[in-house]
């Protein structure tokens, strides 16, 4: 079974704090992503990365960056939090093979 | 005009009745579509791709109409354990990271 996990289920930061979620797929899968889910605006994708060390911007990187130093690993990094990035983080990795992307449990982040 | 249109819904349905949804996408070069279910706080998860032929997975039936395009569910017989969001997931490129766009979701309420 693939399992993907993620940091922590719940996170509270001030602004200004610089946050990091961190992601880890055991599958060996070669593609990663990072996404955020409000309501009313469904999944947005944020950055993702289909090779070690490589990453490409998805749909709203502003206020973001991220990193993937193993095939394994992919984190999400918030320079300087701000009370809009209040949202749900959900990590997803597939294989180049297929287009399913199996998903986190999710970080319920909350910056004050 | 968003990507990938759904009816939030939610679609309240008796149990053992029969719902049908639809969600429309803007991108005629789209190439593969899927429906995703999730849970109250959960994970999305794949519940079926969405061929050109229409395809059937048990109680489940999608169709796909790329002339108009838009893609269906169907869900015959609801089960309490139905109700959940359906997401419509479209990937426009199949490319280096398959990147997916997903609707906003449909809310599908079974009652008793």
């Known amino acids: 079974d693939v399992k993907v996990t993620q940091s922590s289920r719940y996170l509270v930061k001030r602004t200004g704090e610089k946050v990091f979620l961190e992601c880890v797929q055991d599958?060996?899968?070669?593609?990663m992503f990072w996404y955020r889910q409000d309501p009313g605006l469904g999944l947005r994708l944020i950055y993702f990365s289909y090779d070690v060390k490589m990453k490409e911007k998805g749909d709203i990187p502003e206020g973001y960056s991220v990193s993937r130093e193993k095939k394994e690993r992919f984190s999400l990094i918030l320079e300087s939090a701000s009370t809009n990035q209040t949202s749900m983080y959900l990590c997803?990795?597939?294989?180049?093979?297929?287009?399913?992307?199996?998903f986190g449990p999710g970080t319920r982040l909350t910056v004050t | 005009r968003k990507e990938v249109e759904q009816d939030p819904g939610p679609f309240n349905v008796p149990e053992g009745a029969t719902v049908a949804f639809n969600c429309t996408y803007s991108?005629?070069?789209?190439?593969?579509f899927f429906w995703y279910r999730q849970d109250c706080r959960k994970e999305p998860k794949l519940l079926m791709s969405v061929y050109s032929s229409g395809n059937e997975d048990g109680r489940f039936t999608a169709q796909l109409n790329r002339a108009s395009q838009y893609i269906s569910l169907l869900i015959r017989d609801s089960k309490l354990s139905d109700s959940a969001t359906y997401l419509c997931v479209v990937n426009k490129i199949k490319a280096a990271g398959n990147k997916l766009t997903f609707g906003g979701g449909t809310r599908v309420l079974v009652k008793p």
């Open positions: 997803a990795s597939s294989s180049v093979a297929t287009e399913e992307q199996y």
């Open positions: 991108n005629s070069a789209s190439q593969s």
């Open positions: 599958m060996d899968h070669e593609n």
